[in-house]
Each structure stands twice: as C-alpha cells, then as structure tokens.
C-alpha cells in the first residue's frame, strides 16, 4: 500500500477546467466497469468572473423555500461559486496512511451536492476535483454524514480523473438519521498509485448551498408527519371544464396511521410545472390526529407556465410541496411524487392545455 503524505500547497480556482458529469457506458452496465476510454459530457465551468457575479448562475439555484432548486417564474438569486471554497477542504484535508512510498501526494478535493435532477431519485452528487499536474486513477469513492443511518457509495468507478479536472459522481443518498450528531461528513477516496498499489484518503468535502442540511430537514420533516398520517397520492388524475379551461385535478387521500400525536397540512404550493387554481401559495389548514376519519383533500391545478421547452426540461415539476407542522418541526417542508403514469397524464394535459 502507498503511503501519502499530508502537504498541501496552494492553487488557483483559474486553473480548473471544466467540470464532467460521468456517465455509464454500454460496457459499465453489462459489466460492471470501464473497459475502454470514459464516456463523459462536457458541462459548463461553474466559475464566475471575480468582478461580477450578476446575471450568472450555477446549476443550483435558491428559490423562496430556501432551498437550492430552480423553479420557473420563481424569484431567483445567484448563487456564489462553488470553487471559493475548496482551500477549505483541502485545508480540512484528512489523509489515511498507509504502507511506505515516494509517490507523491494527489491533490484532490471533493464536494457533496444535489442537483434538481437528483431530487426525484433520492440521489447526490460526489464531485471530485484534480487539482495536480497528474492524472489520479479514483478506484472508489464512499461518503458518510451524521444526517444518514449508512454511508452512499459513488457509482462509474474506477475513473481516471485528469490533472486539472472536475467530474461528478452520483450516489444513492441512505435513510435519513432524524437524531445526528455534530460530527461532519466526510469522503474517503481509494486511488491507485502509478505502481499498481491503492491507497485511501479521507477529505472533508464542501457543501454547497447548505444541500445536506436541507436535504435533511425535508426527510425528518416528512418522517414526523408520516409518524401521524400518510399521502397518497390517486392512480389518475382527472379533468374538469372551467370557464372553457381544462383543469387538472389530483386527489390526495389522507390517512391516519393511528399513532397518537397531531400533524396539519398548513399549505401546498407551485412548482415549475404546476401552479395551484387559487395562486402560487394554497392554504390547506387540515389537521389529522390518530381519531381522524381519512379524508380526500383535491388539488385543482393550471400550467405554471407554457413555453417550448417547459416539459422536455421538467425534473421537478410532479412533485407536489407541502408546508405542515408535525413533531418537532413548525415549518415541515416536503415533497410527494406522483406514479409515473400521473407524471405522463400531467405531461399530456400541459401539452393540450399549451397549444389550445
């Protein structure tokens, strides 16, 4: 096993290249590894000239909630940049030893992060930066945090990571840990050395946008509620004439699960798809105890907004929001998804609803 030492020295956000996002290839998912040259997508550098942040977005984008999803028609702040942080990490760098050797120590920084892609597949993002004047062979990233009961393994890996270069690796984000500790997370990385031996590291990794955290409160949130009552969200949607406008109806029954406590559904709002009949913000104000009859509550929706692009570029569109007070949570904030035949049934009616 090659040993790695514990220096660092500084570098340039400048000079980072652009960052790619690893996808699978053919040969990945027959068998399980990289045989030949990495497929990957090139993808915009997430750098900001020093001068002027405005009108210049990262792929995450704040929304009112304070969350990091964009919405459209949704106010819109930009964020600052991802890259200002990583001297923090590497500071916080925390190296595994292991073994005796010369080689020399790979600069490699990490980040955990979501995008809104990821909302829906319960997935995260592993970036890993090469900041060296060498290529580094990444045989296997793993993360841990206190918000979660395991740790997540990143997928496409091994991966040779090219000297000045960034790529994200998504990873299955575990079960919620609705009691954490303080401890922070951390990334360990297993590379191989130029002589055939693999050694592991562990980095404290940024997180952007606060995404942890936020992830977090939505699942602790939802778990109090779902502690007293569950959502369920009806197998088909259904239609209804107004004014000679086709309104999209979605029926929510709610059940009590009988364990003692009480929940209330406080709202429901838009999302970059949908937009509730009455404006962006419907108050629900419906309380559930263990007592509580089930009850159907009905959502009436119009298109947020129609546009060219507005259904081939939707990721989080279906998934419904809800504001609730539930344990100990006075602001629960969470999403439910509807069945992918829902999905498409949303789809086709914003089609038809659009180009009337």
Not at 219 to 230: K, L, M, P, T
Not at 264 to 291: C, F, H, K, N, Q
Request: net charge neutral; with cysteine.
């Amino acid at each position: 096993m090659t040993q790695f030492g514990s220096t660092l020295t500084g570098f340039h956000t400048a000079d980072i290249k652009p960052k790619r996002a690893v996808q699978p290839t053919e040969a990945e998912e027959g068998a399980g590894g990289r045989s030949g040259p990495p497929a990957v997508e090139l993808r915009r550098s997430h750098r900001f000239p020093s001068s002027d942040h405005a009108g210049r977005f990262e792929l995450g984008i704040r929304e009112e909630e304070g969350l990091f999803a964009a919405a459209g028609g949704r106010r819109m702040t930009p964020v600052p940049p991802r890259r200002a942080t990583i001297g923090a990490a590497l500071i916080a760098m925390l190296v595994a030893l292991s073994g005796c050797s010369s080689e020399p120590v790979p600069k490699l920084s990490v980040a955990l992060f979501q995008n809104r892609a990821d909302y829906a597949s319960r997935s995260l993002q592993v970036e890993i930066t090469n900041l060296g004047a060498e290529d580094v062979v990444i045989r296997r990233a793993t993360f841990t945090s206190p918000f979660f009961e395991t740790g997540g393994s990143a997928r496409h890996l091994p991966y040779t990571l090219t000297a000045g270069s960034t790529a994200d690796f998504p990873a299955t984000v575990p079960a919620a840990l609705c009691a954490p500790s303080g401890a922070k997370p951390s990334v360990t990385l297993t590379v191989r050395a130029r002589d055939g031996s693999d050694s592991t590291m562990t980095l404290t990794p940024t997180v952007p946008f606060n995404s942890l955290a936020s992830l977090h409160a939505q699942d602790c949130g939802r778990q109090a509620f779902e502690r007293i009552a569950r959502i369920t969200p009806a197998a088909h949607l259904r239609f209804e004439l107004r004014n000679g406008a086709e309104i999209a109806l979605l029926d929510l029954r709610i059940t009590p699960t009988g364990v003692a406590g009480v929940a209330r559904l406080v709202s429901t709002t838009g999302t970059t798809l949908l937009i509730p009949t009455e404006g962006e913000v419907r108050p629900l104000d419906l309380t559930v105890t263990a007592t509580s009859p089930p009850t159907t509550l009905t959502l009436d929706f119009v298109p947020s907004r129609c546009g060219t692009h507005v259904i081939s570029e939707d990721k989080i569109g279906t998934l419904i929001p809800f504001h609730a007070v539930a344990g100990d949570f006075s602001d629960a904030y969470f999403r439910v998804p509807v069945s992918p035949v829902v999905k498409g049934e949303f789809y086709d009616w914003v089609g038809r609803y659009c180009g009337r």
